[in-house]
C-alpha cells in the first residue's frame, strides 16, 4: 500500500480542475492512524496545491485514518462506504463534502485488477 | 433562437452575517443543521441599501460590460418579489437613474423566486419578436429585508441582484429552450400589506420542499423532452439554493450529476438570494464558461411555478468575459456584522420600512 504522502502529492495528477473552476476551497486532511500527518488542500482558480500541516483556515475538514484516506484515493475502497462506515468524517457544509467527492479521477477497483 | 445574453451584472450587499451569530441569539435550531443544509453566512442591507439600489449596481455593472448605448435599450424589466412600491413599478426608477429612454417599455414582474427569470423570457421574446432590438433584465430581492426575527428563514434570508442585456447581436450566450410549469401552492407567501414573508410549509423536512419538487420536476422533464435532450448534454446547472437541500433534491430527481449542480451553489457563502438566487449561480457559471457549453436554468419560484431553460455559450464569452467583478470576488469582499447591527441596518428596530433615510 502507498504511504500517505505519495497518495496526497499524486492529488494534483487526479484532480479534475476543469470541474473545479470557480469552487476556491480550503480543505484539511487531519489524519490519524498508521501515518498521523495534516495536509492542506488549496483549490484556487482550478489549481490545487498540496502543503503538509494545516496552513491556512479550512472550510472543510476531513478526519480519519490515514490508511483509510489511502484507500479511498486509490479506489480500494468506495469513498461513500468509508463515509456510511463513518471510518472517514467530514465536517463542513454538505455539499462541499459531496462536491469534494467529485473532484478527482479515483481508478475503479475492476480497473485496477485488468 | 437567436437571442442572448449580451452581457450580465451582479450586484451583492457588502455587509454579512455568520449564522452562527444568529444563533447566538435565537437558538431556535439545532447548530447541526447548519453543515447539513449548507447554512454559513447571509448578506445583510447596507443602511441605504434596497432592491431598488442593488438592481440599479446590477444594471449599471451589465450596461457597462455590454458597452451599450443606454438609448438603444428598448424595454426594462425588474423581477422582483420585494419591490419597494406596492403600486408603480420600481423599473421606472431604472429608467432615470440610467439614462434609459422614455421609450422603453418598462414593468415589474412578480413571481417569487422566478420573477427574474420570467421577465427574462417575456423581454427575450419581445426581441426575438422584433419588437425591439435590446432589453434589459433586472433580478433582484432583498429576501433579508422582508424576514421577521427569530424566524427560521433568518439564517439565510439574503439579497442581491442580477442584471441581464438581452439583444441578438453577438451575445455570449444564445438562448435555446424554455419550458415552464405553473400552479398555485402554499409554500413561501407575503399578503398585501404584510412586510414579513411566511413559511407556508416549514423551512427543512420533506414537506418544506413539496413546492419545490411539485414545480421543478415537470418544468425539467418538459425540457428534456421539448429539447429532447438528457441531463448527460448539459455542461452545468444553476438550480434552486434557498438551503443546499434544494440543490440536491433538484438534482436527484432530474438525474443531474453532483459536479454538473454543487459547485455552483452559493448558499452557504450568501444564502438565500430569492429572484436572484438562480440568476446569481448562472452569472456565477458564466464567469468561468468556455464556448460550446450547454447551460440548464431550473427557476423555481415558491409556491408560484418553475422555468427551466436552456443556454449555449459562444465563442463570443472567451472575449468578453469579465475580468473584473466576478461572483467569486465580490463574495469575498464584505464586512461581517454581528446580530444588532443587522437589526439596525435592515431597519427592523422601527417602525415603518418606508423610511426616506436613517438620518431624519
Known amino acids: 500500500m502507498p504511504s500517505i504522502r505519495d497518495v496526497v502529492m499524486n492529488l494534483p495528477n487526479i484532480f479534475k480542475a476543469e470541474k473545479a473552476k470557480g469552487w476556491n476551497r480550503v480543505i484539511l486532511l487531519d489524519l490519524g492512524g498508521e501515518e498521523p500527518s495534516k495536509w492542506t488542500l488549496t483549490i484556487q482558480d482550478g489549481v490545487l496545491t498540496v502543503e503538509e500541516g494545516q496552513t491556512k483556515p479550512p472550510k472543510l475538514i476531513i478526519t480519519g485514518n490515514s490508511e483509510h484516506i489511502v484507500q479511498m484515493f486509490t479506489g480500494e475502497v468506495p469513498p461513500m462506504k468509508l463515509v456510511n462506515a463513518k471510518l472517514i468524517k467530514m465536517q463542513g457544509p454538505m455539499m462541499d463534502a459531496i462536491a469534494f467527492s467529485g473532484l478527482w479521477n479515483i481508478p475503479k477497483k475492476e480497473e485496477k485488477n485488468t | ?360
Open chain 2, 1 to 360: 433562437m437567436n437571442t442572448g445574453i449580451l452581457a450580465y451584472g451582479v450586484a451583492l450587499p457588502k455587509y454579512r452575517i455568520e449564522a452562527q451569530e444568529i444563533w447566538r441569539v435565537w437558538k431556535n435550531i439545532s447548530p447541526h443543521f447548519f453543515d447539513m443544509l449548507s447554512i454559513g453566512e447571509r448578506g445583510v442591507l447596507g443602511p441605504e441599501e434596497d432592491t431598488l439600489t442593488l438592481a440599479n449596481e446590477a444594471a449599471r455593472q451589465a450596461l457597462g460590460r455590454s458597452g451599450l448605448e443606454p438609448q438603444k435599450i428598448g424595454a426594462v424589466v425588474l423581477g422582483s418579489g420585494t419591490s419597494p412600491y406596492a403600486t408603480k413599478a420600481a423599473a421606472t426608477v431604472l429608467i432615470d437613474t440610467l439614462g434609459l429612454p422614455a421609450s422603453a417599455l418598462t414593468a415589474d414582474v412578480q413571481c417569487a423566486d422566478k420573477s427574474g427569470s420570467t421577465a427574462l423570457w417575456m423581454v427575450a421574446a419581445m426581441i426575438e419578436a422584433g419588437l425591439i432590438e435590446y432589453g434589459l433584465v433586472v433580478a433582484a430581492d432583498t429576501i433579508n429585508r422582508h424576514t421577521a426575527p427569530g424566524m427560521i428563514v433568518e439564517y439565510v434570508a439574503s439579497a442581491a441582484a442580477v442584471a441581464f442585456i438581452l439583444g441578438k447581436e453577438q451575445p455570449i450566450a444564445r438562448l435555446e429552450a424554455y419550458a415552464t410549469h405553473n400552479h398555485d401552492q402554499n409554500d413561501y407567501f407575503r399578503t398585501e400589506g404584510e412586510r414579513y414573508i411566511q413559511a407556508g410549509a416549514g423551512f427543512y423536512g420533506w414537506v418544506a420542499n413539496w413546492g419545490l419538487l411539485d414545480h421543478v420536476v415537470p418544468a425539467g422533464q418538459a425540457l428534456f423532452a421539448q429539447t429532447g435532450l438528457t441531463p448527460a448534454d448539459f455542461a452545468k446547472f444553476a438550480v434552486p439554493q434557498k438551503t443546499g437541500v434544494r440543490p440536491l433534491m433538484t438534482m436527484g430527481k432530474l438525474g443531474l450529476d453532483v459536479m454538473q449542480v454543487l459547485p455552483y451553489v452559493l448558499t452557504h457563502q450568501i444564502g438565500d438570494c430569492g429572484a436572484a438566487g438562480v440568476p446569481l449561480s448562472l452569472a456565477h457559471i458564466l464567469d468561468f464558461a468556455e464556448p460550446g457549453e450547454r447551460i440548464g436554468v431550473l427557476d423555481y419560484g415558491a409556491g408560484a411555478g418553475c422555468d427551466a431553460w436552456s443556454l449555449v455559450c459562444t465563442e463570443a464569452i472567451s472575449e468578453r468575459r469579465p475580468q473584473s467583478g466576478l461572483v467569486i470576488e465580490q463574495l469575498e469582499d464584505k464586512i461581517m456584522v454581528d446580530y444588532a447591527t443587522m437589526l439596525k441596518f435592515e431597519q427592523k428596530m422601527i417602525q415603518s420600512p418606508h423610511r426616506l433615510s436613517n438620518f431624519y
